[in-house]
């Protein structure tokens, strides 16, 4: 049974920083990409940070780059991202999600048309 458990979330203050983890179970982390994706109430998923089966090749959105760094850690099954200089408008729960991968290369899309495994999420309140 594959299994994508986030953890790491929790309340932090505006400039703040947090590192969240995926660790996955049943999966064979070398065989995917990993999506990191957030979700605030009353808005559209938003695909933030992607990362490819060996790292070399990464994609951050907009919204957080040059504050978010992803990584991972095949050896551990488990995929980061540390999140710096977060903002109020940062709140929101946060996904992992592992897509099965043909070559090095990932999206952030919300959908994708190959085998995508999701995590239950961890919440992430940035407040004073």
């Known amino acids: 049974q594959v299994k994508l458990v986030e953890s790491g979330g929790g309340l932090v203050q505006p400039g703040g920083t947090l590192k969240l983890s995926c660790a996955a179970s049943g999966l064979n982390l070398n065989d995917y990409a990993m999506v990191w994706f957030r979700q605030a109430p009353g808005k559209e998923r938003e695909g933030l940070s992607c990362?490819?089966?060996?790292?070399?090749?990464?994609q951050y959105a907009a919204s957080v780059e040059g504050r978010f760094t992803i990584s991972r850690d095949n050896a551990k099954n488990t995929v980061y991202l540390q999140m710096n200089s977060l903002k109020p408008e940062d709140t929101a729960v946060y996904y992992c999600?592992?897509?099965?991968?043909?070559?090095?290369?990932?999206?952030?899309?919300?959908?994708?048309?190959?085998?995508?495994?999701w995590g239950q999420g961890t919440q992430v309140t940035v407040s004073s």
């Open positions: 990362i490819s089966i060996s790292g070399a090749r990464t």
């Open positions: 999600a592992a897509d099965l991968a043909v070559a090095d290369i990932c999206v952030m899309s919300s959908v994708v048309p190959g085998e995508r495994y």
